[in-house]
T-cell receptor, first 113, second 117 residues
Framework: AQSVTQLDSQVPVFEEAPVELRCNYS??????LFWYVQYPNQGLQLLLK??????LVKGINGFEAEFNKSQTSFHLRKPSVHISDTAEYFC???????????FGAGTQVVVTP | GAVVSQHPSRVICKSGTSVKIECRSL??????MFWYRQFPKQSLMLMAT?????????EQGVEKDKFLINHASLTLSTLTVTSAHPEDSSFYIC?????????????FGPGTRLTVL
């Protein structure tokens, strides 16, 4: 079985500052990794995913993440955040070809002016 | 991109009644759909895997008699919360794998907020 740990439950950040959201996973087999964003009272939107290949993955809205197999991490970064980036961010993992996802607890990002 | 819809978006019901939530893939077929439950300020927990033409597969601890799942067609899965109680109040979200299978992209519905009085 696999598991996902998001180390920060809430990350306050000022507008135009960089942000990093941490995600670590554990699995005995190869995994596929995802970051999703959830705005209030909405479903999830895919930010980016790692399936294979280059360990640096670029996603939508200026986000990127780096897969580090030795550290079993998949941290999400954005060099300069906007107010509109205020949302809940979820890291997720699957080993299932049909995508049964295991989610982390989520990180609430609050961007202030 | 692919779109998954849910209906209703919000529902309030009395304790003891049953509530049906629909999940539709609007522009693609989905032989598999997933149902998740999310409590306030918490993560999504997978409840069950809905399989078109066969029985759903439930995660450990999920009561299959309480959360009835029917995957009647390649574009529709329904979750019925039977004899709802206040503790069933939650945000229910469905998802469906994209054309490339699960490791491609999961498309999530906008969610249904259930409040049981």
């Amino acid at each position: 079985a696999q598991s996902v740990t998001q180390l920060d439950s809430q990350v306050p950040v000022f507008e135009e500052a960089p942000v990093e959201l941490r995600c670590n996973y554990s699995s005995s087999v190869s995994v596929y990794l995802f970051w999703y964003v959830q705005y209030p009272n909405q479903g999830l939107q895919l930010l980016l995913k790692y399936l294979s290949g280059s360990t640096l993955v670029k996603g939508i809205n200026g986000f990127e993440a780096e897969f580090n197999k030795s550290q079993t991490s998949f941290h999400l970064r954005k060099p300069s955040v906007h107010i509109s980036d205020t949302a809940e961010y979820f890291c997720a993992v699957t080993t299932d070809s049909w995508g049964k996802l295991q989610f982390g607890a989520g990180t609430q990002v609050v961007v202030t002016p | 991109g692919a779109v998954v819809s849910q209906h209703p978006s919000r529902v309030i019901c009395k304790s003891g009644t049953s509530v049906k939530i629909e999940c539709r893939s609007l522009d693609f077929q989905a032989t598999t759909m997933f149902w998740y439950r999310q409590f306030p300020k918490q993560s999504l927990m997978l409840m069950a895997t809905s399989n078109e033409g066969s029985k759903a597969t439930y995660e450990q601890g999920v009561e299959k008699d309480k959360f009835l799942i029917n995957h009647a067609s390649l574009t529709l899965s329904t979750l019925t919360v039977t004899s709802a109680h206040p503790e069933d109040s939650s945000f229910y979200i469905c998802s469906a794998p994209g054309q490339g299978g699960g490791t491609d992209t999961q498309y999530f519905g906008p969610g249904t907020r259930l409040t049981v009085l």
